[in-house]
């Protein structure tokens, strides 16, 4: 069984103009101890994901259909009590900006013995101590002093080490990084994304990387998926999708990279932007923005079709194996 | 490293953060805020050691003697060593009964506030933080409570309680009522503001992480969500603590509030104002002036504290 398991997962904003699908038929598998990048535009729906994982969506928005199985247990169905205990404690989560997500009258000390005390039947000088063990862990110098200051008298790599420390104190099985390193500088995002990388191995701890930074994506994770207007198009292991994209989209962001580019020619873009929610195109939703744009994908969705490891949703990769699939399906019918 | 900056630092103590924080250096550079708390200290010293301080005391009639009435302030003709600020019409020292009226009153001030900002705070938190029809509901409560006026609200109360239980019981418990009448009375101030700083609280990403650390709704709105709105919640402190005065004082003026026997500030005001065409001025006078020097000093702190808490004002 998969530690999580998320199938046909569709989340819904209720808007006064109308339901607005933030998310489509999302389906996927975290085994334990594997890391799994999500990647995407702006508004492709990554984050949504990620909240509705936890199921801690605000509202208007909903999970509509589909569900989260969490070891086997559909989170959607759990009382609030139950879903609590998980959350933090089982499931953890790490935001973009760690100068918000820390409070800031608190002492990190504080913040974190709650968080232990939250989920366990500790003393508060046990917690003490598993908060400075958890400190040094992510290699904050001086970590005794860190526990008695209050956050803005630290910088911001610091800080978001110390929101990983509190994302790894109850030794989560998954964890899941919205853009942990987007609102740093280059230099510390390297430092810390190595440092979750190392943690994650050290505790066989579930990564769920959110990010649209394809390099980190490369590093640090096993397989990935790529979203593109609350749908995945494709998804396999990493290796496989940088190195051979099959769905136009996934190779357009890859051809965006400025290495793509020819020296001191203008960057390489995917024309055009994603459609609003709201009025998302028949057919395969990419279709608009398709260099190889064909009659059928204005027409009807493409399904998943299998190619190497990878699942990719298109019709041209799907026609590229139609003889054999079809033979395929036959020959198991027999 | 980049983060090891304050490494070798030593970590300062509380004393020494409060020392280098905004707020002790803008009450140093400000001189009307070092008086007036300096002023309201003095106020509070001697409101606490009342009982100590005063020669007399005036609740014990025993020590009042009718012939003493009306003598004026020491200074005066006709003033007395041991009466320094004269006596009333029942002959009781102004001093003494002004010492312990300001006890009287001071306590009133904060009692009453203290039940508003405990009213004020779980119900403004309740409705922002919940929202939706929780939210309407209270604010509506606190729509219509704010469109009666405190004293109006305070007179009939008052009035009706003395007129069903009689004077006498109402002169026994009447401390407890009046804090009961004002706090009630001006909670929607209090709930308005918390309300409006938990709205721009709760949007903030720490509440989230809060939510995603599997804390309860009461963990996330008291620990984490109302320290942050502290800096409102003492602003409207002082200037209620302001308000309860004087709201007690007139309603003691008005003969609603403190009994004779038990004189706060208005009260004595009160009193006093029978006699004062009859030259006897200072029954009045005197404690009048207390009374306008302490609203004043807790209206200057509150000005001060605002100015210095607002960070739009801020000006580093």
């Given at each position: 069984m998969p530690l999580l398991e998320v199938n046909n997962l569709e989340v819904c904003f209720g808007l006064r103009s109308g339901a607005v699908k933030a998310l489509r038929d999302v389906s996927f598998t975290l085994e334990r101890g594997e890391r799994l990048g999500v990647v995407g535009e702006s508004g492709a729906g990554k984050s949504v994901l990620g909240f509705s994982i936890i199921n801690l969506l605000s509202r208007p928005g909903h999970i509509s259909a589909g569900n989260v199985n969490f070891e086997g247990k559909d989170l959607a169905s759990l009382a609030p009590e139950e879903l609590r205990s998980?959350?933090?404690?089982?499931?953890?989560?790490?935001?973009?900006?760690?100068?918000?997500?820390?409070?800031?009258?608190?002492?990190?000390?504080?913040?974190?013995?709650?968080?232990?005390?939250?989920?366990?039947?500790?003393?508060?000088?046990?917690?003490?101590?598993?908060?400075?063990?958890?400190?040094?862990?992510?290699?904050?110098?001086?970590?005794?002093?860190?526990?008695?200051?209050?956050?803005?008298?630290?910088?911001?790599?610091?800080?978001?080490?110390?929101?990983?420390?509190?994302?790894?104190?109850?030794?989560?099985?998954?964890?899941?990084?919205?853009?942990?390193?987007?609102?740093?500088?280059?230099?510390?995002?390297?430092?810390?994304?190595?440092?979750?990388?190392?943690?994650?191995?050290?505790?066989?701890?579930?990564?769920?990387?959110?990010?649209?930074?394809?390099?980190?994506?490369?590093?640090?994770?096993?397989?990935?998926?790529?979203?593109?207007?609350?749908?995945?198009?494709?998804?396999?292991?990493?290796?496989?999708?940088?190195?051979?994209?099959?769905?136009?989209?996934?190779?357009?962001?890859?051809?965006?990279?400025?290495?793509?580019?020819?020296?001191?020619?203008?960057?390489?873009?995917?024309?055009?932007?994603?459609?609003?929610?709201?009025?998302?195109?028949?057919?395969?939703?990419?279709?608009?923005?398709?260099?190889?744009?064909?009659?059928?994908?204005?027409?009807?969705?493409?399904?998943?079709?299998?190619?190497g490891n990878c699942l990719v949703a298109c019709h041209m990769v799907a026609d590229s194996q139609h003889g054999p699939q079809q033979e395929k399906l036959r020959s198991e019918e027999v | 490293?980049?983060?090891?900056?304050?490494?070798?630092?030593?970590?300062?103590?509380?004393?020494?953060?409060?020392?280098?924080?905004?707020?002790?250096?803008?009450?140093?550079?400000?001189?009307?805020?070092?008086?007036?708390?300096?002023?309201?200290?003095?106020?509070?010293?001697?409101?606490?050691?009342?009982?100590?301080?005063?020669p007399f005391d005036p609740y014990d009639a025993s020590q009042i003697d009718i012939m003493n009435s009306e003598i004026p302030p020491s200074w005066e003709e006709g003033g007395e060593e041991g009466f320094l600020l004269g006596t009333d019409a029942q002959g009781r020292d102004m001093l003494s009964t002004i010492l312990y009226g300001t006890r009287v009153s001071l306590m009133i001030g904060l009692c009453a506030v203290a039940l508003q900002a405990l009213l004020g705070i779980v119900i403004g938190l309740t409705a922002g933080y919940i929202g939706g029809r929780v939210d309407s509901l209270l604010m509506r409560i606190a729509d219509i409570q704010l469109s009666f006026s405190t004293l109006m609200v305070a007179i009939i109360v008052l009035a009706v309680f003395q007129a069903t239980f009689g004077t006498e019981l109402y002169q026994q418990l009447a401390m407890i009522m009046l804090i009961l009448v004002i706090g009630i009375a001006e909670w929607p101030q209090y709930a308005r503001t918390i309300r409006a700083s938990v709205l721009a609280e709760k949007k903030k990403e720490y509440v989230d992480a809060a939510r995603v650390m599997g804390f309860g709704r009461l963990r996330i709105m008291f620990r984490h969500i109302l320290p942050n709105t502290l800096s409102p919640i003492l602003v409207i402190s002082t200037v209620q603590i302001a308000n309860a005065i004087i709201s007690e004082a007139s309603?003691?003026?008005?003969?609603?509030?403190?009994?004779?026997?038990?004189?706060?500030?208005?009260?004595?005001?009160?009193?006093?104002?029978?006699?004062?065409?009859?030259?006897?001025?200072?029954?009045?006078?005197?404690?009048?002036?207390?009374?306008?020097?302490?609203?004043?000093?807790?209206?200057?702190?509150?000005?001060w504290m605002r100015d210095v808490l607002n960070p739009k004002l801020y000006k580093g």
């Open positions: 998980i959350r933090g404690n089982r499931i953890s989560m790490i935001f973009q900006d760690p100068m918000m997500t820390l409070n800031p009258v608190l002492t990190i000390g504080v913040q974190m013995v709650e968080c232990l005390q939250a989920h366990r039947q500790i003393s508060t000088s046990d917690a003490k101590r598993i908060a400075l063990k958890r400190l040094q862990q992510v290699q904050i110098p001086s970590a005794e002093k860190r526990l008695d200051q209050y956050p803005h008298e630290l910088s911001g790599g610091m800080r978001q080490r110390i929101v990983i420390a509190i994302g790894l104190l109850l030794d989560p099985d998954i964890i899941i990084a919205d853009e942990p390193t987007t609102a740093l500088d280059v230099t510390i995002q390297a430092e810390i994304m190595d440092l979750m990388l190392n943690l994650c191995e050290q505790n066989n701890v579930a990564l769920i990387l959110i990010t649209h930074d394809l390099g980190v994506v490369s590093q640090v994770t096993q397989r990935m998926l790529v979203m593109y207007a609350g749908r995945i198009i494709e998804q396999g292991p990493t290796k496989e999708i940088i190195n051979d994209a099959q769905h136009p989209y996934t190779q357009g962001l890859m051809n965006a990279l400025p290495q793509m580019a020819i020296p001191g020619q203008k960057l390489n873009q995917i024309k055009g932007t994603m459609p609003p929610l709201q009025n998302i195109p028949t057919g395969c939703s990419f279709n608009p923005r398709c260099e190889y744009v064909m009659d059928i994908c204005t027409k009807k969705l493409p399904p998943f079709t299998q190619s | 490293m980049a983060d090891s900056t304050q490494q070798m630092e030593q970590q300062p103590t509380t004393l020494q953060r409060f020392k280098a924080s905004h707020f002790w250096h803008s009450f140093r550079i400000d001189r009307v805020a070092q008086l007036s708390f300096i002023v309201f200290l003095i106020y509070a010293l001697l409101a606490i050691f009342a009982s100590v301080i005063a309603l003691s003026f008005l003969g609603l509030g403190m009994p004779v026997s038990q004189p706060s500030l208005g009260s004595l005001i009160s009193s006093g104002f029978e006699y004062i065409f009859s030259g006897a001025w200072w029954i009045t006078v005197i404690p009048g002036v207390v009374l306008v020097v302490l609203v004043l000093v807790m209206n200057l702190l509150g000005d």
